[in-house]
């Protein structure tokens, strides 16, 4: 991860008055390179940010922090969520053959899951394979000691209601993994595929969850969440919480990351919280989510945002939240893809605005690229002819931002 990435949250971490307030100064000189923090380094992150509560995840009820864990975080970042009782690691099979001896020692106070994509293509493109998925599972236990995974993950989730009720493929290698005792819970991650040009039929993250609920074989599922979320996805939720199917929200930060490099923005921001911290208590206490997970790159990162799980908004993170949410409203896709089908040009809206999120928001700028240089049609196919505008419910200058992301992604 480049370091001018990196400086934004930093920066705003150091100068603000808030954090200080409100216990969340950070050391001079604490490591936030690629290199791995010392010992003393991660143990003070960690006697910062305390024990994170847990909460049951959907019918299951099994105790999971109320922000969970990945394994594309930063190794520091790691050793310390395992001291706070981080115990749920989103995309745990990530590690390979480096999972933390932590979690290898104590295996079964952690929930590792696998997140699997689709095979012979993408997850727009790729296909569902029973036999392909079951030996993926068997292939990536071989060469990382974790012996079973707690959760196995479809990763981007169905194109519609009609393949999530009849491709039946990945269930069929859960079943089979699961009498092997290889693992334990089925989930998913869904993403939009309304109006996606290049899935045919493709629904709502909402409507196939629905479905996916109600057909009652999957556990719990992950999802795009934020502030200012759509009333489709908001009921999702109420309704998830009264079926006990588990939520864990993903695409959490929604624009905070860019907010925090803007010091302009950030001089009028709430002092006694930062952006991420007041995102943690939200997530955390105002929402009916099960978890959530948000996106960390190093410790200082770390310490911002997870020493507000669980915590109860103050006076400040409640402004805080008005801030983020408005500033995202008018600046900030939701990748609900309202728009995609009516551009003429076929141009993936969505799909560049959830890899400038990675560029900009998560500090992750090369792999954005990659992913943005894989696309067939770029942002600068864009015509400017206006068709997609009045399909965005935020309202957004569409070819304008668009534009701006193709710099950012290139
Ligand atoms: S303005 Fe650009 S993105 Fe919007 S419909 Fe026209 S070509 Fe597509
Ligand atoms: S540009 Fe607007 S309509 Fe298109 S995906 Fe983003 S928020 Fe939705």
Not at 21 to 34: F, H, P, R
Not at 211 to 217: F, R, T
Not at 270 to 289: I, K
Not at 325 to 336: F, M, P, S, T, W
Request: aromatic share 8%; proline share 2%; hydrophobic share 35%.
């Amino acid at each position: 991860m480049a370091h001018e990435d990196r400086v934004g949250r930093r920066g705003f971490l150091r100068v603000t008055t808030g954090a200080f307030a409100a216990g969340l100064t950070i050391a001079d000189g604490m490591s936030t390179s690629a290199c791995a923090a010392s010992v003393n380094e991660i143990e003070e992150a960690a006697a910062r940010v305390g024990h994170l509560p847990h909460r049951p995840l959907g019918s299951g009820r099994r105790e999971v922090s109320v922000l969970v864990g990945s394994a594309t975080w930063a190794r520091e970042a790691v050793e310390a969520g395992i001291r706070c009782d981080v115990n749920y690691w989103h995309k745990s099979n990530r590690w390979r053959d480096r999972v933390p001896q932590e979690i290898l020692k104590n295996r079964e106070a952690h929930y590792c899951e696998i997140s699997l994509d689709r095979v012979r293509g993408n997850h727009e493109t790729g296909d569902i394979d029973e036999e392909a998925h079951y030996q993926m599972v068997k292939r990536s236990l071989a060469e990382n000691g974790l012996r079973y995974y707690d959760d196995m993950m479809f990763h981007f989730g169905f194109h519609n209601v009609t393949e999530a009720k009849s491709n039946r493929g990945f269930v069929r290698a859960y079943e089979r993994l699961k009498k092997e005792g290889l693992v334990r819970h089925l989930c998913l991650s869904q993403h939009n595929y309304q109006g996606n040009s290049r899935v045919p039929g493709g629904q709502s993250a909402a409507e196939i969850l629905s479905a996916v609920m109600e057909d009652g074989l999957f556990e719990h599922a992950q999802f795009f969440y934020s502030y200012g979320e759509s009333e489709s996805v908001q009921e999702f939720v109420r309704r998830a919480r009264q079926k006990g199917f588990g939520t864990i929200a993903m695409k959490t930060t929604r624009g905070a990351g860019r907010m925090v490099q803007d010091q302009e923005l950030m001089k009028g921001f709430p002092s006694g919280t930062t952006p991420y911290h007041a995102l943690a208590r939200w997530l955390t206490t105002r929402t009916q989510l099960d978890a959530a997970v948000v996106e960390i790159n190093n410790l200082d990162e770390f310490v911002d945002t997870y020493s507000g799980a669980g915590k109860a908004m103050r006076a400040a993170d409640v402004k805080a939240i008005e801030r983020l949410a408005a500033y995202a409203d008018r600046e900030v896709c939701r990748l609900c893809n309202d728009c995609q089908s009516y551009c003429p040009e076929g141009l993936p809206i969505a799909d560049v605005f959830r890899y400038e999120r990675y560029a900009r928001d998560y500090g992750n700028r090369a792999s954005a690229r990659r992913l943005y240089a894989r696309l067939e049609t770029r942002a600068d196919s864009c015509t400017a002819c206006g068709k997609c505008l009045s399909h965005c419910p935020q309202g957004l200058a569409i070819p304008d931002v668009l534009m701006r992301a193709h710099g950012i992604l290139t």
